[in-house]
């Protein structure tokens, strides 16, 4: 009997010392390791306009269907599009009819809105949704391609627009790892500060 209490004792102490650090110690360590050396990324990416109000997260994407601003790639999260908590693709694969049909439609709407020739060839990520349904970016292709329709909307010279696509286009990482990208929101932010209607919450 009394090796079973010590035994019970000791497996009581050992799952408090346990529940102590992995679930006190250890998360309050690493929580405090991340808003010192990462405060950006621990507090979501956040991003803020001129006037310091939060308008969104450089990880999620928003829907932006203005003819001013760049729009984003598809998205099947949610109703509308960019639900965080609805995240998913379309689950629809390469011999999908459905999918097909969609692509199709987008494209012919994607060179209806930007004013391209009719045989004009779209970038994948302008007509097709991201597995997550959130992706932020979009391809600096797809970019270059709503420049015009952009510029002539905000009555600016089409250079001064590729030039504010340049300056927010990012890297592969570590210069090898990915594929260029542009995020849409830092770039339709960057075209308000120029003038314009700010581009808080997804303005359309």
């Known amino acids: 009997m009394n090796s079973f209490l010590s035994q019970l004792r000791s497996a009581a102490v050992s799952t408090a010392v346990l529940a102590a650090v992995t679930c006190g110690a250890y998360p309050l360590i690493v929580t405090g390791i991340s808003r010192t050396v990462f405060t ?4 979501g ?10 308008v969104g997260s ?9 003819e001013k601003y760049f729009h984003p790639r598809p998205s099947a999260a949610g109703a509308n599009g960019y639900d965080g908590a609805s995240s998913s693709g379309t689950n629809l694969g390469p011999t999908s009819q459905k999918l097909a049909d969609q692509v199709k439609e987008r494209v012919a709407a994607y060179r209806i809105t930007n004013g391209l020739a009719a045989d004009q060839e779209v970038p994948a990520d302008a007509v097709t949704a991201s597995g997550s349904g959130l992706d932020p970016h979009i391809s600096p292709a797809n970019a270059a391609l709503q420049a015009s329709r952009v510029a002539k909307a905000r009555n600016l010279p089409e250079e001064e627009v ?3 696509i340049d300056d927010n286009t990012d890297k592969p990482d570590l210069g090898i790892f990915g594929e260029p990208r542009v995020n849409v929101l830092k770039l339709n932010l960057a075209l308000d500060s120029l003038g314009g209607t700010p581009a808080a919450g997804g303005a359309n």
């Open 45 to 54: 990416s956040l991003i803020k306009d001129s006037s310091g109000k939060v």
């Open 40 to 43: 950006d990324k621990a507090d």
């Open 58 to 66: 450089s990880l999620i994407g928003q829907t932006f269907t203005g």
């Open 162 to 164: 590729r030039s504010v």
